[in-house]
């Protein structure tokens, strides 16, 4: 009897001192441009969904959008990593098919008007290794301006007649992305 109080002993300290070292784990202050996704449809009931962008929201803080996104240079939409973007059907970018997958969204913004670049790379780092080698679609998209300042980039999709908008937002700067079946 007191052998098996013993072991029964023994591994209660074992599984005690486990669990002490799990919960001595240290985790990482929160992200200073969190991530954050959109999907289409947003009804988060309709589980049907077209597309879905994951993407690290970039804040202004008091800097110029021309600061913290060169104009003329590619960017990868976001902040960290390079933005993610999921078709989960066949879909055009203009009047180039895009097929179903997951792929990099990068940007090449100016003054007037912005190309968006659809890119078969996936898991890169910013922009710093990007190749125009493996785009797969562009499509230059004008700027629009809005009333509203927004301090951290945004993006929400919208109905469009035969698919969806991508529509980003950042500081006064408005582009909307239209995606078509």
């Given at each position: 009897m007191k052998k098996?109080?013993?072991?029964?002993t023994g591994l209660c300290s074992l599984t005690m001192l486990l669990c002490v070292d799990a919960n001595a784990q240290k985790f990482p202050d929160?992200?200073?441009?969190?991530?954050?996704?959109a999907w289409f449809p947003t009804d988060y009931k309709d589980s049907n969904k077209i597309a879905r962008v994951i993407y690290s929201r970039?804040?202004?803080?008091?800097r110029t959008l021309?600061?913290?996104?060169?104009?003329?240079?590619?960017w990868r939409t976001g902040?960290?990593?390079a933005n993610e973007i999921s078709l989960f059907t066949d879909m055009y970018l203009g009047k180039t098919k895009v097929p179903a997958g997951i792929y990099t969204l990068y940007t090449i913004p100016n003054e007037n008007e912005c190309v968006i670049i659809i890119n078969k790379d996936r898991n890169v780092w910013g922009a710093?290794?990007?190749?125009?080698?493996?785009?797969?679609a562009r499509l230059t998209v004008p700027v629009t301006l809005a009333d509203e300042y927004l301090d951290a980039l945004s993006m929400v999709f919208t109905k469009a007649d035969n698919g969806t908008v991508l529509n980003l937002g950042w500081d006064k700067v408005r582009l909307a992305i239209p995606f078509t079946k």
């Amino acid at each position: 009897m007191k052998k098996t109080t013993f072991i029964t002993t023994g591994l209660c300290s074992l599984t005690m001192l486990l669990c002490v070292d799990a919960n001595a784990q240290k985790f990482p202050d929160l992200d200073k441009s969190p991530m954050d996704a959109a999907w289409f449809p947003t009804d988060y009931k309709d589980s049907n969904k077209i597309a879905r962008v994951i993407y690290s929201r970039p804040q202004l803080k008091g800097r110029t959008l021309t600061e913290v996104v060169p104009q003329g240079k590619v960017w990868r939409t976001g902040a960290n990593e390079a933005n993610e973007i999921s078709l989960f059907t066949d879909m055009y970018l203009g009047k180039t098919k895009v097929p179903a997958g997951i792929y990099t969204l990068y940007t090449i913004p100016n003054e007037n008007e912005c190309v968006i670049i659809i890119n078969k790379d996936r898991n890169v780092w910013g922009a710093y290794t990007y190749n125009e080698k493996n785009d797969v679609a562009r499509l230059t998209v004008p700027v629009t301006l809005a009333d509203e300042y927004l301090d951290a980039l945004s993006m929400v999709f919208t109905k469009a007649d035969n698919g969806t908008v991508l529509n980003l937002g950042w500081d006064k700067v408005r582009l909307a992305i239209p995606f078509t079946k």
